[in-house]
């Protein structure tokens, strides 16, 4: 039974010990025969910065696919708030609150680095043809609003010289950069980021992270966020979620989950553990 | 010249070459076109859909304004000629959305297909569908009361002093005056938060569903007004003819918007209207080149050059005439 696998005990965490805003039970992703997410069941509770690791091929990028509406998910029900979003189309999960980034960036090539960042800004009536023609008056003056929040999400980043650039000129860690500020620009209430620091220098990875932290703080966003750098897995989350073979096997502070033997085993592959166990698969 | 030892291997016909009746209708080609290809810039140029069924919507435009004006089959008019108008624009926007809803959700090219199929599936149904159509005989007699109007038009002419206009000089002055407006409205619409979502989907849709746009709600809208900018185009070409029929609106109607819009440049709408008249102009002044060879080689002949020209376009300047080198490069 997948019950007895997924059965984790969840001690209580010291920082971002909230209600769950999004809740995923028993969620499947299936290609064909290869089972990419097989019965993960996770939380991640109100103001809390969440890590989601696992070995490669753990399914976490699938996972992130499968509650943000990309993929169709084959089984089991996630909520946001309470709000049943599985069968939901992306944008209208992005719109709930829950706004993603994509581990292989999605710069907006032949669009201005300013323009990727207003177009994230949500209630913009002049994105409606109707509001656009009846109500001038309203959506320019979002539009002021919004170009100054912009800029100023710009400028944490480094990225404001760049402001009238075209996104595709962008350097790899810049877009990366421009990709998150852009995810921001959406006011999420939860922000899932597949691998954000990878590809940016440390220096600017930090001020993200210090970034997170105030975000955090200030506005009481939840970040959910998939990582390989352990430092800063370890050094910055309040909590752990290790997935492996498509499924949840470990959830805690990241003290625990460092040292939990089935995080060990999936890292370091189980034939390590159970060696001359006649592991003949 | 008169001293080569050879006759010249193709000398221009000037006395067509200056005939103003004939390049008044060309300009009105051209400006019909130009409405036309407004259409595929947004949405080639600016949604990221490759609209092959831009004759199709012409073809719904046209014959639903004929049909509405002088009645199935020129048996009696349904609705008055002025009425006519804005009914076939609203109706060729309820095919586009009929085309859309299920085959936007197609990939791209899968979506081409899908469009230009739609518009053969029009055009054959209008040659087939006698009693409604009138088949290849087509329809006419609908431009009376147009007429009228472009007889007073000519009146005004007279009035500012030049006694002689070509008979089509109104329709002409029509044709760039709408043109000329809608372009700036798509020009100023694409400046707006609507057509920067518009630009976020040709750019990647998954990205600005991401960001919580309901990409495939823009792609719609995106074609339902392209398919308006067609019906529009559609009066246009029965205008300036004073008939409709099948053979107006064969694929080749949307393959040169394409060559034009490939002319004018991806991205920009001034481009638009610039291809257009470079293309018509070319095309229908090589009909004067006096080649020793018949005529309906000659009509070949001249696809052939308007071809050349474009492959020399690509070599050379691929973003076109209007067009932004940059963004021929960003572009994946």
Known sequence: MATETTAVERPPVAAGDGAPIFEATEVVKHFGGIFAVDGATLDVRERSITALIGPNGAGKTTFFN????????DGGSASLNGTPILGRPPHAIARLGMVRTFQITKALARM??????????????????????????????????????????????NLQPLADEYAGTLSGGQRKLLELSRALMARPRLLLLDEPMAGINPTLGRRLLDHMQRLRAEVGMTFLFIEHDMEVVMGHSDRVIVMAEGRVIADGTPQEVRSDQKVIDAYLGSGTAKEGGGNGG | MTGLPFDPLFAITFESFTDIEFWTS????????????????LNVGYTGIFNFGQAGFMAVGAYSMAILSVGPNGEGAIVDFWLSLPLSVLITLAFGLLVGLPSLRLRADYFAIAAIAFAEAVRLFALNARSLTGGNQGIFGFAAEWDSVASTVEGWINSLGWSDPPTLFPLLLLVWIVAALLTVTLRWLQETPWGRVLRAVREDEDAARALGKNAFAYKLQSLAISATLGAVAGWFLALNLNFVNPTAFEPIVTFVAFGILILGGLANYYG?????????FLFEGLRFIELPIDEVQVASIRFVLVGLVLILLMAFRPQGAFGKREEMVLGD
């Open chain 1, 112 to 157: 201005p680095v300013i323009d990727n960042m207003m177009l994230a800004a949500p209630d913009q009536p002049g994105e409606r043809i109707v509001s656009l023609l009846a109500r001038p008056r309203g959506w320019r003056r979002r539009e002021h609003e919004v170009r100054a929040q912009a800029m100023e999400l710009l400028e944490m980043f």
């Open chain 2, 26 to 41: 060309v300009g009105i080609l051209a400006g019909t076109y130009t409405i036309l290809t407004l259409g595929l810039q």
């Open chain 1, 66 to 73: 499968v509650i943000t509406g990309f993929y169709r998910a």
């Open chain 2, 272 to 280: 638009v209207a610039f291809g257009a008249i470079v293309f018509w």
